[in-house]
C-alpha cells in the first residue's frame, strides 16, 4: 500500500520531470534559455487563467467563459490607449472592471437566476467573443488603423503598459525571467494563502465539499459562489492585460487556445501531490507542465493538429490514474474503519 500512496503522490511529479528530460533528449534546444523565456510566457497567461478556474472549482462551480474574458480585456485595454487615447492605468482598471462584472454576472445567472454553471458560462462566452468584434467590425486594433466612422486610431500603448509583457528579469543569466511569470508567481502565492489558509477560503472549500451542509451551518453559501466567479473574472482580465501587453495590439484571433489550456492545467493540478481536489499549487504545476509539454512537441516540430489530442491523452490518464488510485485507498480506509468499527 505503501507504494500506491507514493504513487498518487508523487506519481505526477515524477512525470513531469520525465518529460523534460526526454525533451532535453529528443528535443535540440530545449535545455535553453530561450526555451525557458517561451515556456515561462506560455505558462504565464495560461496559469493566470487557469487559478481563476480553480476558484470555481473549488465552490463546485465551472467557468467556460475565462478565455472570451481575456480576449475582450485585451481587446479593451487596445481600444482604450489607442482608439481612445488614455493611458495605462485607465485601460488596466478599465479591463480589472470587464473582468469584475463578468464574474458578477455570472454569478447572479447561476446563483439567483438557477442556470446550470456551464451554461451560464457558455452563453456568456458566446456573448462576449461577440460583443468584441463590434466596435471595429471584427478587425484587430493597432495604432494608424482606420475605424468604421474613418476616423484614424493615433493612440499607442504606453511603455510601462507593454513592459508588463515585454521586460525580463535577470536571473542568473540576462533577461530569463518575463514580467509576467512575476505576476503569476504572485498570484499563485495570494489565492493558495487565500484558499487555504483565511477562513473565507475554507469555507469556499466546503460550499463546493456539501453545499447544503455549509448552507445548514449557516454559511451565506450564494455569496461564497458569486465572489469565485468574480475572482475567476479578475483573473481572466489580468490574463487578457498581459496578452495585450505582449502582443502590443488587439488581436482578434489571439487567445483562441487560452480555455482549453487553462482548464487543461487546472484539472492537471488534481493529480499533483494526491490532491484529488482544485488547488492553487497543483494548478501553477499544471500550468507548468502544459508549457513545457507545447514547448517540447514544437521544438520536436510535432503537427500543431496533434497537440490538442496529446494534451488531451496526457490529461485524461492522469486523472484517471490519480482518482483510480485514490479511489481505491479511501475506499480501503473506509472498510477499515467500518472492520474496526
Not at 153 to 179: C, Q
Amino acid at each position: 500500500m505503501a507504494a500506491r500512496d507514493h504513487a498518487i503522490r508523487y506519481g505526477f511529479i515524477v512525470l513531469l520531470f520525465g518529460l523534460i528530460a526526454y525533451f532535453a533528449i529528443a528535443a535540440d534546444g530545449f535545455v535553453s534559455p530561450q526555451s525557458a523565456v517561451f515556456i515561462f510566457q506560455s505558462v504565464a497567461i495560461t496559469g493566470v487563467l487557469a487559478l481563476g478556474v480553480t476558484a470555481t472549482l473549488v465552490v463546485g462551480g465551472f467557468d467556460l467563459s475565462i478565455g472570451s474574458v481575456a480576449t475582450s480585456a485585451m481587446m479593451a485595454a487596445a481600444y482604450v490607449m489607442v482608439v481612445l487615447e488614455q493611458n495605462a492605468v485607465v485601460a488596466v482598471v478599465a479591463c480589472l472592471l470587464i473582468g469584475a462584472v463578468v464574474g458578477l454576472i455570472n454569478g447572479w445567472l447561476i446563483v439567483y437566476m438557477r442556470v446550470p454553471d456551464l451554461l451560464a458560462t457558455l452563453g456568456m462566452m458566446f456573448l462576449l467573443v461577440g460583443l468584441q468584434r463590434i466596435p471595429t467590425e471584427g478587425r484587430s486594433i493597432a495604432t494608424g488603423m482606420t475605424m468604421p466612422d474613418g476616423a484614424v486610431a493615433n493612440g499607442t500603448f504606453g511603455a510601462g503598459f507593454l513592459a508588463l509583457g515585454r521586460h525580463r528579469f535577470d536571473f542568473f543569466i540576462p533577461n530569463l525571467i518575463p514580467v509576467s511569470v512575476v505576476v503569476l508567481l504572485v498570484l499563485a502565492v495570494l489565492i493558495w494563502f487565500f484558499l487555504e489558509y483565511t477562513r473565507f477560503g475554507r469555507m469556499m472549500y466546503a460550499v463546493g465539499s456539501n453545499e447544503r451542509a455549509a448552507e445548514l451551518a449557516g454559511a451565506p453559501v450564494k455569496a461564497y459562489k458569486i465572489w469565485a466567479y468574480v475572482i475567476s473574472g479578475v483573473f481572466a482580465s489580468i490574463g487578457g492585460i498581459l496578452l495585450a501587453a505582449r502582443l502590443g495590439r488587439g488581436d482578434i484571433a489571439s487567445g483562441n487556445n487560452l480555455l482549453l489550456d487553462a482548464v487543461a492545467a487546472a484539472l492537471i493540478g488534481y493529480a499533483v501531490l494526491g490532491a484529488a481536489k482544485p488547488n492553487a499549487f497543483g494548478t501553477a504545476v499544471g500550468a507548468v507542465f502544459v508549457g513545457v509539454l507545447l514547448q517540447g512537441l514544437t521544438m520536436m516540430n510535432a503537427p500543431y493538429y496533434t497537440q490538442d489530442f496529446i494534451k488531451g491523452v496526457v490529461l485524461v490518464v492522469a486523472l484517471v490514474f490519480t482518482f483510480a488510485l485514490s479511489g481505491r485507498a479511501s475506499g480501503r480506509v473506509s472498510t477499515d474503519r467500518i472492520s474496526t468499527g
